[in-house]
């Protein structure tokens, strides 16, 4: 078993550019959650996505934006980046049936630095 | 709504010392804690959760955490500090909303460095 992957490792963008990260589920697992982990914080939640649509949002901007495939995977898009958008970028995925005591599973992360 | 509050955001024990890392939560339901480390340049993981039942719960590499609802506390504790437990820990609460997704809301961290 993977577990859940992330890609890329690490990105460097100018700001106003448009970034799109890519995450896969750890396999069995149909949830997959996006956190962003500024440097020396802890992870704050963007969003969930379950059975390709965005479930649960948090305060992030219309400029965040994702999607979900039929395989699970998803993407998060970032569009006009500014320089407070570096962070290190968290997918963590889970299976909807398991309840509000679940685990979720983390991936490496993705670093994106804006410049 | 749901808060957690990790006092401390830097812990320094010496080999063998035990650790204490505090967690205080906020929920307006039960909630469902987490403990995570997090080494560096990697991801987060899990190191033990309370859901329901017994308030002490055991997790991986010898940590435990008692949940304490009289408190709104959850501290997580190892007797013995070894070196490879330096990292940095994350508290996580999330409740049962009556939906089917939940979001982890995550404390500020606390870095543990555990000194020969």
């Known amino acids: 078993d993977a577990g859940v992957t992330q890609s890329p490792t690490h990105l460097i963008k100018t700001r106003g550019q448009q970034v799109t990260l890519r995450c896969s589920p750890k396999?069995?697992?149909?949830?997959v959650s996006w956190y962003q982990q500024a440097l020396g914080q802890g992870p704050q939640f963007i969003f969930q996505?379950?059975?390709?649509?965005?479930?649960q949002r948090g305060n992030f901007p219309d400029r965040f934006s994702g999607h979900q495939f039929p395989n699970y995977s998803s993407e998060l898009n970032v569009n006009a980046l500014l320089l407070g958008d570096s962070a290190l970028y968290l997918c963590?995925?889970?299976?909807?049936?398991?309840?509000?005591?679940?685990?979720?599973?983390f991936g490496p992360g993705t670093r994106l630095t804006v410049l | 709504a749901q808060s957690v509050t990790q006092l401390g955001s830097h812990v320094s024990v010496s080999e063998g010392a035990l650790v204490l890392l505090r967690c205080n939560y906020s929920?307006?339901?039960?909630?469902?804690l987490f403990w995570y480390v997090q080494y560096p340049n990697q991801g987060l993981q899990l190191l033990l959760k309370?859901?329901?039942?017994?308030?002490l719960v055991k997790g991986i590499n010898g940590f435990e955490a008692e949940f304490k609802k009289s408190e709104t506390s959850f501290h997580l504790t190892k007797p013995s500090a070894h070196m490879s437990d330096a990292a940095e820990y994350f508290c996580?609460?999330?409740?049962?909303?009556?939906?089917?997704?939940?979001?982890?809301?995550f404390g500020k961290g606390t870095l543990l460095t555990v000194n020969p």
């Open positions: 963590a995925s889970s299976f909807h049936r398991d309840g509000p005591g679940n685990e979720q599973f």
């Open positions: 396999s069995g697992h149909d949830t």
């Open positions: 996505y379950y059975e390709e649509e965005e479930r």
């Open positions: 929920s307006s339901v039960p909630p469902y």
């Open positions: 309370y859901t329901t039942g017994a308030t």
């Open positions: 996580a609460v999330t409740m049962n909303s009556g939906g089917s997704n939940y979001k982890l809301t």
